[in-house]
Every structure is written in C-alpha cells, then in structure tokens.
C-alpha cells in the first residue's frame, strides 16, 4: 500500500464550548490512514466531544476539520457516515429487538424500489460479514448477543458503510480481557488495510499493548502526542493530570477485626452459576473478590444487593444469620451497604441535586413528622462533599453534570450514609477518570482503617490488586484463589481467574 | 458430587430448559397472548349462544370492527416507531362531517372524500411537525389536537348533525359484493397494504428501528424526523376514513363520534403485541386485538350482559392479554 | 409507616381548610333579587294565586324587564340542547331579561364549576340543567346559600330549587297507546313481537323513567307480552323481560344507540315485529339505521322523543315511525320565563311544572290525551310549531322522579309572560 501524502483526517484549531465553559480549545490534530491513536486524558478533557465532532454529532464553533484532503462541516451523523467517518459510542447504539442483520444494515436495507425482504437482508448481512471476516450471527436477535459480541456488530456495521475512519468511545470498559484482545486483533487487522483508528481509552494497559500512538488530552487541549514504545507510563499519566501520578501507598495491614459478613456455601443455578462459595469478610478489611466476566462475582453481587437472584446459601452478618436478601430493603435491614456498578442507570437520581442524592437512603431519619429537615440535609451533604472531595460548585447541582469521578463519589457517599457494617461495591472505578479513580481508592483505604468492612467485587485487575488486604479470585463459580496483602499480584490473579498461563 | 451424580443430574437440567424453551417458543409470537384469549372467546361464545357463529352476526362483528380496525392499523405505525396519537378521537369526526357537507353540497363523493382524507392528513402533518421538529411530547401534543379537531367537528357542524341526505354518499358502507359491507374490504385493504409496508419495504423496517432505539437511528444516519412526521401523517389519514366509514354506517356524522377511539385503538395495537416505548407490533396482532373486542363486545350483547358489566370486561380482557404478553417475556428470559 | 402519613394529613387539612373558607365566602349577602320588582306592584308580593287575573301581560313582563339570569345548559354539544338554548336566548331578548348562559358539556364537574360561577354572579334567577342526577344537591347548597332562586330544568331539584320537566309518565304512556293501536292494526300478536327497549344508563331514572311508563302501558294493551309490576321494575340492569323484550344502552346518541341495537338483531328471529322505543330521537334514528341495514324495517313500529327536526321529519315521511314525544324543547324558553316571573312574583309552585308536551302521530288522535297529529302544531313542512298545547291544571300524578305529587302548569297563566308570546293554546294575544 502506498503511504498517503496527507493525512486521512485533520483538525485545525477545532474549539467548542457548551455556555459558558470551553469544551476544547483550539485542537490540532492529524491521523494517517491506517493509523491507529488511542486518545487518553481525565474525564472532562474533551475526548468524547472531540470524538463527537469528527463524527457529525456535534458541530464546532471555531476551527476546520478536514477529511481525506477536503474540508468538511459534518451537519449531522448522517453526513458524517456519508463521507466515511463513523462513531461507535460507548453505549452501542443498536436495535435490540431487531435482528443483527437488521442493525447492521439499519438505514441501508437492502431494497428494489422501496421493498425488502428477510432473507435478500440475511442474505447481504452474511456477505458482508465475510468481506470483512468479522463472523456475526445474522439471524439472532441483538439482546440475545453478549456485549463484545454486540460490540463486533457495530465495528462491522460502521465497516460495511465504506468507512475509512472510525472513532470508538471506551471500545473496551465493559469487555473482558479475552474479549478486548479479540476486539484489538480485529482492529488491527483493520489498520493493516488502510482504516484509520481512533479510540478512547483509559485503560493503560491496551494502551501500551496494542497501540502505536497516543495522544493526551488534557482541559480541552490536546497536550502530547507519542509513541507508548518510547513514552513511560508515569510520564503520559503526568501529561494526562498536570502533575506526578501518586502512587498509591504501600497498604498497611491493620490487624483484623471480627467477621462481620460471612457467605455460606452460595449456590446458584441461575446464569452465570454458583458452586459453594464461601468466604468472609473482617472489621477493618478490605477484601477484592475478582474474576473475569461470567466467573460468577456478579451473582454474588447481585445477591447481596438484593436483587433477587434465586441463590441458595446463608449469609451472617455481625454474626447474626440472616436468609438471602429478597430485596434491596432486606440488604438495608441488615445493614449491608451496596454500592452498583451502574451508578446513573441504579444508583443516582441525575436529575437531582447532590443534597438530593445523598440523602437518598436516610431521609427518614432527617425527618420530623414526615418533613424534611432542609439544613440536617443540607450538612450531610456538604459533609460529604468535603470528606470525599466532591468537585462541584454547591450541594445545589445537578448530579447529571458532574463527571463521571465525582458522580461516583456522590454514589459511595450516599451508600455510607446509613453508616452500613459492611460495604459491598461493584465495579467502583468504571468509567472514572485515573486522578478521581486514585482518591477513591484512597477512601476505601481509609474507611477500612476506620473499622468499617468493604467487598470489593471488580473486573479491574489493577483495582482489584491495588486496594486488597485479600484478594479472592473466583472462576466459572468458583473461588480458586486467595492471596493476603503481601502474595498481591495482578500475573497471578489473572492466571488464577482465566484457569492456566496468562 | 461425584461425576456419576452429576451426568445424571445433567439429562434431568437439560429437558427441564428444552421444556421451558418449547414454551416460550409456543408463545412465541408477541401477539400470541391475544390469539388465545380471541380463541377462548369465540369459543365461550359460541357455546352460550346460538346465534353467535351465524352468517349475518359473524358480519356484524366484522362490519363494526371495520371503523376502529382501520383507525388502529394506523395508530400501529404510530406505537411501532415509538409514539402513540391520541388525536385520532377528533380527527375521525371532524373528517365525518367534512365528508358529509360537501358529499351534500353536491360537488360529488370523489372530491368530498378527498378534501377530507385530506384533513386527516394535515392534522396528522401538524402532529408530526409539533413533535418531531418542535420536540413536543406526543401525549401532550395529540391531546391537544384532539380538542383542537374534535371542537372544530362541532364548529363545521355548527352542533348539528350533519345528515348524509343521499344514501349513496354512504357508500362505504354498502354492500357491493354479496352481503359483506364495504367497509370490511376497505379494512382488508388497508391491513394488506400495511402488511407489506411493515414488512417488506425500507420505509416500514426503519419504523422498527426508529421505535427500538432513537438515538441509534439517529446516529445511523436515519431522516428521523421525516420518518416521524410521515407515520403521523398516515394515522391522521387512516383516523379520517375510520370516521368517514361510522358516518356511513350511520348516514349521519356529528362531533360526538368515535369519542373513545382514542385509548381504544392504542388498545388494540398493545394488544397484538405493540410496546409503548416502540419497536414492536405489527398489523396481523393489531387486527387480532381489534377483533378480540368487537367479539367480545357482540358477545356480551348477545348474552344481553348489562352494559356496566360489559366496560368492565372489556377492561378485564385488556389486562388479561397485557398479562399473558407479560408471561411469555419472563418465560423467554428466564 | 405513619410517620410518612402526617405531612399528608396535614396537608389534606390545609386543602379542607381552604376549600370551606372558599365556599363560605361565596354566600355573599345577596340584596335581595325580588325586590328589584317594582313600584309599580299590585298584588301583594307572596300571596297565594288564587283568581285568575284578567290581562296580566304587564305584571309578567315588569317583573322580567331587567332581571339577570343565568342559565346553565346541559351541554352545547348536543342538537336538542342546543335548541333549548336558542328557545331561551330568544325569549330572553322577548322579554327582556339580562341572560348569561353557561354550558355544563354533560359532565359533574363542569356543572360545579359553573354552579359555583352562577351563585358568585348573582343574579335575579339561575336556571340549571344540571346533567347527573347526583349533583344537584350540591349545585342547590351553593344557589341556597346565596339565597338565589332558581329553577332545576330537565332534572329534578334537590328541594331548594322547584323543577320543569317532562312528564315522563305521559310521554310513555301515550306513545304506548299509539303503538298498541297500531299493532292492532296490522294484526300483530305479543307472540310474534320483539320489543327493543334503547335506554341511556348514565342519565339515571329522571330519563328513563319513561321507558318503565311506556311498557308498563304496552304490556296492558298488548295481551301476551310479559308484564311488570310498575314502571319502576324497569331499571339501567335489566337486560332482557321474558322472551319478549330486550333492553340495551345506547347512552343517547346515535352511534351507540346504532351498535347497541345492531347487536341485539342478531338475537332476534327474523320473522319477528320490532317495536322499539327509546329515549331520545338521535338514540331511536341510531336505531332506525341498525334496522334498515339489517333489512327489517318493513316490520317495525318505532317513536321518537324530543321533537328534533330530524324526529320530525321521521314521523311525517318514514311509515315505521309512528309518533313523536314531542317536547318543544325550542320554546322552553318561555315557559321559563313564565316560570321565573311566578317564582319572583312569589307564586307557590306544583312538585313538577309540567313542561309543555305532545305526542304527535300522522294522523291519529285519541280524546282525553295529548295524542294528536302533528298538523295541530305544525303547519305543514315546518318543524317550528306555530302553536303549544294548551297549559294544564295541576292535579296528582306520577313526576319524572318517580314518585306522586302535583304536576301542571296552569299557574303560569298568571304571571302574563306566555301571552306575550301568543303561541299557546287558549292564551293567544
């Protein structure tokens, strides 16, 4: 393949700004055809509007994108997809009760004059995934697909439309490492022919293993651009915060308490399964339980939520035996704490103030005669914003427009409110930013000195690692593994949790 | 447990899901809820009452189901993209009298039916517009514009009915061929013909996928608002002959006609599998739905069940189809 | 959790709180309206009526020169109705009376509403059709409070406000001496009769009453149909009396009435004689077409009620339809004025003022009732009659409501006002 002469895509002083605050600042930047960038920065450095300006869904207020040698002014995702650019957000944006074959031909069904039919559309889908050797099950319905499955449909759909660019926002968050490197296999074989990359990350670790550029973003500029090969990690993540990375501190172990949450031979026959799982968690502990997707944490989760998985067992906590959780309440009773995984869809109300949201599990106790005590609300919340660091301008604003690091504070700060024994999180980090991701580590860490008894259920194997006095791995159901603070290691727990040689 | 254990336990697991699979793929059909509870009540009917399964009541079942079943085909376009229009109650008279002053005039029945499928267009052009452009909520929007064209049926009417002086005007719902009416060739005309739209052509499918996911659409490159605004336009027009069939069934159109067409098409398409949120129904389960009424309705009549029992079961039917829907999405879940 | 459950009832105490404070206040110390009346009086104001004064055209029209009146229609919506307002605006304008009109669109609230507006205007006179039988009391409380007269139309008052209504009874019972004769002659036996009964459930038994009155008539002169005790046996549950009869709802209006009727053919066999009898004439012309489209409306006695151009046109051209509950409901408007000037002139008034009716036929009259061709009032291709029945002494009869008490309207000879209009039999200028 001949290099090209100019680059596939390039912006030139792109600014934007949503009323009064300046989104991006004058961005230059350029790809190569069959490059590949991975776009890394804090939360709330402009990648996901950048991202969304190259691709039609925004407009910018200032500045020039050029694409394939020609100015451009995408009005919408439509002429984006026109011209060649295509965006695969990170939420997928598909049909779930339509078939795969349908999505991905959404808006180009196959037609004479206007009619289709569903095999002339099985037909084409089928074709094309042999084109682009991107296997996909045509016939099946989309919500019956895994997420990394769901995930290769879009990269085909925006393939299929003749793309020459793609930019995919946080391609990975909710993939296991099997399927990311799948994922990056395809990727790449993409590149080799000539299709320009762009993907948001914060994964460091993909980052440095799959990508042969990175460029930093950093408050709506784009700061560095470099080789991962030559760039050490503390100096991107420098770039990415303006400062030194802190490393996170040597735990200290402080002695165990008594155990105040004991899980009993969990079984589960609902997917994903349960075998006897046993284990417990101390006064003053932090313990990760880790494992990649389908290893059965989740259930375990969910059954201490309350969410009404059908699991058999015993749970004690405080040494009180109690049955299963039926519902979230009975979690609450028993003075179990959860923190979900998905903090906007089950954990926060975005429409609501931070006072609002903090308030949310003790309401009852800040009222009299069933009014609200507005100032005892009011100091909870600003308690918390100063014990957790919130970032925000009051107690006032609107949760749905803080980001996502600050989002998640707000959720761990009202899931300690009713000051539960134990603390259970799921996923605590997803979707934060690495400086916010660091200070709630630090938290838990300081909670656990103060007593308090904190599950952490992740597929973060670097979250999981960092933060433990013990670390359980559990696979296909199971626990495999334990490791106490000092035998921490991310090779072994990933080698205990995928069953044989990382 | 010991690997012997084990493979037993395993068979036993397997059949137990082949069973739950079999059932689920039974009640496969979105509308299959529906379909059986239809099939009860034909059959409930048909055992208690003699006449029912007669010729000339079989069409008068059909011959009323005519009306609401060509206002709620055209709702289905409407719920399958996601919205709903609840103004189809206004329209639907507001096109009767229209039809019936001019039919009376003189200028002919041609242009008369024009002018007032016409009307339904334009109202369902402003439905469109106000909730596709202007971002209205369509709750909001057809409520009001059922007001709107319900108050103007009693303008245009100046509070009298409008008399359809010649019986030809009423053609519609004349029989033509043996002793079926009109209407309910005009009916399966419009089901055929949605049929195949939904199904078989680009404008249909992407119905589906503007109900299932907006944004996806949207970011996919689909003239959502063009689509929006287009299934409006047809409901409006649908809504408009739906009035234009009850006048001539009646000979006469005044402002209090179809007054509960509204919930009650949007009825009939949930019940042949619609979702309130889009995505989902079809014509062949809106139709089921349609039908699954008007039996229901001639039955009771038949059985000379007092009329404030019959709104009751006609509630009851709704919840119980509903209910049956619910069933097999768990069971498909599960 | 009853912690929860105070702020509610605390708030539900607030919204009592205001809602009495509300209604308290519109009891506003109401001059008193009939003292507008005149210097000019001669009688003295609350003396009983007792003899007939000669000319009184000039008492009745001093007393409504002037007076404010609001009038509350039932609903605007519906054809008959909406004559009734007209007849009431043009003997407003007759008379010259200062009328507000208020349209209560057939529904509770709506009547509250505009109850609550009437009494807070006060005016001279409120005349109300309030649409739900239950309503009225609450209506009247607000009327009372204010001490504002009124008169309850169509629907019977709740004790405060006298009434003009229709007398059921008579309209029933004499349609049903026309369609017995009728059948008579066409040598029809009960065997061999179908009688479709087409009520309106909702509008509860000041309207339909009529339906108990016309069968309990029908079933005497037609030997062999299944018979009730009273008109009352006859109620929004009955659905079906022996073999004979069937009843269902077609909530007055025509496509209801069409569907509800379109039904119940299937259940009859098709050598049967239809009878059918409803409440209204967009109910019986809903009927009708359900008839006609089933093909059987060679065999068929049908009547109407109300009077309606189209109800006319019926009885004069379709030979099914066999007579015509005619209630003038366009020239209501005088007699409420009449009505309006006898309260005001202090006149005491029968449980029921007898509005004016007539049960039109093609040409069949029967002495002694108010059975008479439709040529007595109407001349011939008009449906404006040229004249009303003659006014009737008050005397023990059976009102809307159901139950005994005094029905007529001759009193309202005194007050003048019908001679001003000069339509009426026997009162002509």
Not at chain 1, 72 to 100: C, H, M, N, W
Not at chain 2, 247 to 255: I, V, Y
Not at chain 3, 339 to 362: R, S, V
Request: charged share 20%; glycine share 10%.
């Amino acid at each position: 393949m001949l290099p090209s002469l100019s680059p596939l895509i390039e912006t030139r002083h792109v600014s934007k700004s949503f009323g009064s605050s300046q989104v991006l600042n004058a961005v230059d930047f350029s790809l190569d055809a069959g490059q590949s960038v991975a776009v890394v920065g804090e939360n709330g450095a402009g990648k996901s509007t950048f991202a969304k300006i190259i691709t039609g869904v925004l407009s910018p207020d200032a500045g020039e994108v050029i694409f394939e040698n020609e100015p451009v002014s995408f009005g919408s995702p439509r002429d984006a997809i026109k011209a060649g650019v295509a965006l695969i957000p990170q939420e997928l944006a598909y049909v779930p009760q339509l078939t795969v074959a349908e999505n991905l031909l959404v808006n180009r069904l196959p037609s004479t004059f206007g009619f289709t039919s569903p095999s002339h559309l099985f037909k084409e889908a089928e074709r094309l995934s042999k084109e682009f050797e991107l296997e996909v099950p045509v016939r099946r319905l989309m919500s019956e697909l895994s997420l990394a499955d769901r995930q290769i449909v879009e990269i085909l759909k925006a393939l299929s439309r003749d793309s020459r660019l793609i930019v995919l926002d946080e391609p990975t968050a909710s993939l296991t490492e099997a399927e990311s490197n799948h994922l990056y296999e395809i990727l790449g074989r993409l590149g080799e022919r000539g299709l320009g990359i762009v993907a948001i990350s914060h994964r460091m670790d993909e980052v440095y293993k799959f990508f042969g550029r990175a460029d930093v973003f950093r408050n709506g500029e784009r700061v560095f651009s470099g080789s991962p090969d030559q760039t050490p990690r503390a100096e991107l993540i420098r770039h990415m915060l303006g400062r030194e990375k802190e490393e996170l501190e040597d735990i200290e172990t402080a002695p165990r308490g008594a155990p105040v949450l004991r899980i009993q031979s969990w079984s589960s026959e609902a997917i994903p399964e349960l075998h006897d799982v046993s284990f417990e968690v101390a006064e003053g502990e932090v313990v990760s339980l880790f494992g990649v997707r389908g290893c059965g944490a989740d259930t375990v989760a969910d059954g201490l939520a309350g969410r009404g998985r059908r699991i058999e067992g015993a749970v004690e906590v405080s040494g009180r035996p109690e049955r299963i959780f039926r519902n979230p309440r009975a979690a609450r009773r028993a003075k179990v704490g959860f923190v979900p995984a998905e903090r906007k869809r089950d954990g926060l109300v975005l429409g609501q103030s931070i006072e609002a949201n903090v308030s949310f599990l003790v309401i009852d106790t800040l009222s009299v005669a069933g009014f609200v005590r507005g100032r005892a609300r009011r100091r909870l919340a600003e308690d918390a914003i100063r014990d957790f660091d919130i970032r925000a301008r009051n107690v006032g604003q609107q949760v749905g427009t803080l980001s996502g690091g600050n989002q998640q504070k707000v959720l761990l700060a009202s899931r300690l409110a009713p000051d539960p024994t134990v603390l259970v999180l799921h996923e605590p980090t997803r979707g934060v930013d690495i400086g916010a991701r660091i200070e709630i580590h630090r938290l838990l860490r300081r909670l656990a000195a103060a007593g308090k008894a904190l599950l952490v259920i992740t597929t973060d194997v670097e979250e999981a690692v960092a933060i433990a006095d013990r670390l359980l791995i559990m696979r296909e159901g199971r626990l495999v593994d334990e490791m106490a603070a000092a035998e921490r290691s991310q090779a072994r727990a990933l080698r205990s949790a995928v069953g044989g040689a990382a | 447990m010991s690997t012997a254990t084990k493979d037993a336990v395993e068979p036993r697991q397997e059949a137990r899901r082949r069973d739950w699979r079999f059932a689920a793929k039974a009640l496969a059909s979105p509308y299959s809820g529906t379909t059986i509870l239809l099939a009860a009540l034909v059959v409930y009917f048909a055992a208690s009452s003699s006449e029912f399964l007669e010729t000339s009541n079989i069409l008068v079942i059909l011959g009323a189901a005519a009306a609401i079943g060509i206002v709620a085909i055209g709702q289905t376009f409407v719920v399958v993209s996601g919205g709903f229009d609840l103004s189809v109650s206004g329209t639907a008279p507001l096109a009767a009298v229209v039809f019936g002053k001019i039919a009376n005039d003189g200028s002919g029945i041609v242009p008369a039916l024009i002018v007032a499928l016409a009307v339904g267009a334009a109202v369902g052009l402003a439905n469109g517009l106000m909730i596709s452009r202007a971002g209205f909520n369509p709750l909001i929007a057809t409520l009001g514009t059922a007001s709107i064209t319900g108050g103007l049926a009693f303008v245009v009417s100046k509070g009298l009915t409008v008399i359809y002086e010649d019986r030809s005007t009423g053609f519609l719902a004349e029989r033509s061929v043996g002793e079926i009416p009109n209407q309910v060739w005009v009916l399966l005309f419009v089901a055929c013909l949605t049929f195949v739209v939904l199904r078989y052509t680009t404008f249909g499918r992407s119905l589906y996928s503007l109900g299932g996911n907006w944004e996806a659409s949207w970011l996919a490159g689909m003239r959502v608002n063009l689509l929006s605004t287009m299934v409006y336009v047809i409901c409006g027009v649908t809504a408009a002959l739906g009035g234009i069939v009850i006048a001539s069934q009646l000979l006469a159109a005044d402002g209090q006609l179809a007054s509960n067409y509204a919930l009650l098409s949007i009825a009939a398409v949930i019940l042949g599998g619609g979702s309130l949120t889009g995505g989902e129904g079809g014509v062949v389960g809106t139709v089921i739905g349609v039908l699954a009424l008007g039996v229901l309705t001639n039955g009771m009549a038949l059985l000379h069940v007092s009329s404030f029992y019959q709104e009751m079961a006609t509630g009851g039917v709704l919840l119980l189809a509903v209910g049956l829907g619910r069933i097999r999405q768990l069971v498909n879940v599960a | 959790m009853t912690k929860a459950k105070v702020p509610f009832l605390v708030l539900f105490a607030c919204v009592l709180a205001v809602a009495i404070t509300a209604c308290g206040s519109s009891g506003s110390d109401s001059s008193s309206a009939a003292s507008e009346s005149t210097t000019a009086a001669s009688g003295d104001s609350g003396a009983e009526s007792e003899t007939t004064s000669g000319s009184g055209g000039e008492e009745g029209k001093a007393l409504l020169e002037g007076a404010k009146v609001s009038f509350a229609n039932y609903t605007d919506a519906a054809p008959v109705y909406l004559e009734l307002k007209k007849g009431v605006e043009a003997a407003a304008q007759e008379t010259g009376v200062d009328l507000s009109t208020y349209d209560n669109k057939g529904e509770a609230q709506q009547t509250l509403q505009n109850a609550q507006l009437m009494a807070n205007s006060n005016p001279d006179m409120i005349m109300d059709l309030n649409p739900v039988a239950g309503t009225t009391q609450s209506a009247e409380d607000l009327f009372e409070r204010g001490s504002i007269p009124c008169i309850a139309v169509n629907v019977p008052g709740a004790g405060y406000c006298p009434w003009i209504d229709l007398s059921n009874q008579a309209l029933g019972t004499e349609m049903a001496k026309v369609v017995a004769k009728e059948a008579e002659a066409k040598g029809w036996k009960a065997s061999d009769i179908e009688v479709i009964l087409v009520q309106s459930a909702g509008l509860g038994p000041a309207v339909n009453s009529s339906i108990g009155f016309y069968y309990e008539e029908l079933s005497k002169l037609i030997p062999g149909l299944p018979t009730i005790g009273s008109f009352k046996d006859i109620g929004p549950e009955t659905t079906t009396i022996g073999d004979s009869v069937v009843q269902v709802n077609g909530e007055a209006l025509r496509q209801p009435s069409f569907e509800a009727v379109e039904n119940a053919l299937q259940t009859i066999p098709a050598d049967k004689h239809l009878i059918i009898y409803s409440i209204s004439d967009e109910s019986s012309l809903g009927a009708y077409t359900a008839v006609q489209r089933a093909g059987r409306q060679d065999d068929l006695l049908i009547t109407g009620l109300a009077g309606s151009e189209e109800g006319l046109e019926q009885l004069r051209n379709n030979p099914a339809w066999v007579a015509e509950g005619d209630v003038f409901f366009s020239h209501w408007g005088e007699y409420l004025m009449a009505m309006a000037a006898a309260i005001m002139e202090g006149q005491e008034t029968p449980d029921m003022t007898a509005a004016p009716i007539a049960t039109e036929t093609k040409n069949l009259s029967i002495k002694g009732t108010g059975i008479v061709p439709i040529s007595t009032y109407y001349k011939p291709n008009s449906v404006q009659p040229y004249r009303l029945p003659p006014l009737q002494p008050e005397e023990k009869a059976v009102t809307s409501a159901g139950e005994s008490g005094t029905v007529g309207n001759q009193y309202l000879e005194k007050t003048g006002v019908l001679q001003l209009f000069g339509n009426v039999t026997g009162l002509e200028k």
